[in-house]
């Protein structure tokens, strides 16, 4: 079973994703599609956005709101032998839990090269 499965069948057992009540996608007036598109180009889904809302380290940066996944932080959640694949990720929305509003998600190099042994 590939990689996605096991974190989507974990995901529908994880009692922690009642949390987000809904997960909107703040669609800028010049670039409608901006999030789709790069969520697209960098291999990133929809389960995978929600994980880092879940248990991502949250910070505040110039009004917007930040979720990083780390190893430390997977560690301690159902997800953590996929580290590999969910380290780095950084979602960054307009407002936290419960009702995000994204702007857009990516995969920050510094901490994916912080690998903890």
């Not at 889904?45 to 380290?57: H, S, V």
Request: with cysteine; glycine share 6%; hydrophobic share 30%.
């Amino acid at each position: 079973m590939n990689t996605q499965k096991q974190i989507y069948q974990i995901f529908q057992d994880d009692s922690n994703k009642i949390k987000i009540q809904s997960l909107n996608i703040l669609q800028p007036q010049k670039d409608t599609n901006h999030v789709q598109r790069r969520q697209q180009q960098r291999a990133i889904n929809k389960i995978m956005i929600q994980i880092a809302l879940l248990y991502g380290r949250k910070q505040y940066n110039k009004g917007a709101v930040i979720y990083t996944l780390s190893d430390r932080i997977l560690e301690k959640t159902p997800y953590y032998k996929f580290g590999n694949t969910l380290r780095g990720l950084r979602v960054v929305c307009r407002h936290g839990l419960p009702n995000p509003q994204i702007l857009t998600a990516y995969w920050h190099n510094k901490t994916i090269n912080r690998v903890r042994g």
